[in-house]
């Protein structure tokens, strides 16, 4: 079945350095979106990106989604103890109402 | 608030009980969905409703049965669950169109715990 891998699974950074979570899809992906869950809350939505090569930016975070639209990244710019949390992607196919999510990557910045 | 409500939010069974979840939503979404989160685990998802119709059963065991009401409801009838059941339980909605689906809004989750 379709599956969804995120790497790296665990980051810890200092404050103020950068960071990138990459996913990485088993098959092509229509759309895909990125969540963000804080230590005992719930995913909350970040962004979705739905064309081939797209970029996006919110402040310090950036979202890529791959020539393939089989892969995306999300890279925070001189992070802050505020980015604490799980990064989770979500891909889905075409012709489906579901979404397959990432394994997610574990941020910890360190101030 | 995210204009997705689960009740209750900590629930603690043993094996033998039986109990729901509840899920409301707010947002006048035409979907809604049951999600798993264990530990160490990626979010998995369970049961997808659209306009009240079960679309997808990811091979949930029996033991796991959904009910949607109406489209602004949904419940997570629970029997003779097993400890490794343990997580958290997180309900969504999202719109549903022509296009795909858009946002999905997440509701605070239950954490069960199955002793």
């Known amino acids: 079945g379709q599956q969804v891998m995120q790497i790296p699974q665990y980051q810890h950074v200092q404050e103020g350095e950068d960071f990138t979570t990459y996913c990485n899809s088993s098959?092509?992906?229509?759309?895909i979106q990125w969540y963000k869950q804080r230590p005992g809350g719930h995913p909350v939505f970040l962004i979705q990106?739905?064309?081939?090569?797209e970029v996006k930016k919110q402040k310090r975070l950036t979202f890529q989604f791959g020539e393939a639209k089989k892969n995306s990244s999300l890279h925070i710019t001189a992070t802050q103890t505020t980015d604490v949390g799980t990064y989770f992607c979500?891909?889905?196919?075409?012709?489906?109402?579901?979404?397959?999510f990432g394994t997610g990557t574990r941020l910890k910045v360190l101030a | 608030e995210t204009g997705v409500t689960q009740t209750p939010r900590h629930l603690v069974m043993g094996m033998t009980n039986k109990k729901s979840l509840k899920c409301e939503q707010h947002?006048?979404?035409?979907?809604m969905y049951w999600y798993k989160q264990s530990a160490k685990k990626p979010l998995e998802l369970m049961f997808v409703?659209?306009?009240?119709?079960?679309?997808e059963n990811n091979s949930v065991p029996s033991r796991f049965s959904p009910e949607c009401p109406n489209s602004s409801h949904l419940f997570l009838h629970l029997h003779t669950l097993q400890p490794e059941d343990s997580a958290l339980y997180l309900c969504?909605?999202?719109?549903?169109?022509?296009?795909?689906?858009?946002?999905?809004?997440f509701g605070p989750g239950t954490r069960l715990t199955v002793l």
């Open positions: 969504a909605s999202s719109q549903v169109g022509l296009a795909g689906t858009d946002t999905q809004y």
């Open positions: 098959t092509t992906l229509s759309n």
């Open positions: 990106l739905v064309k081939s090569g």
């Open positions: 979500a891909g889905t196919t075409s012709g489906t109402y579901k979404y397959i």
């Open positions: 947002l006048g979404h035409n979907a």
């Open positions: 409703y659209n306009f009240k119709e079960q679309t």
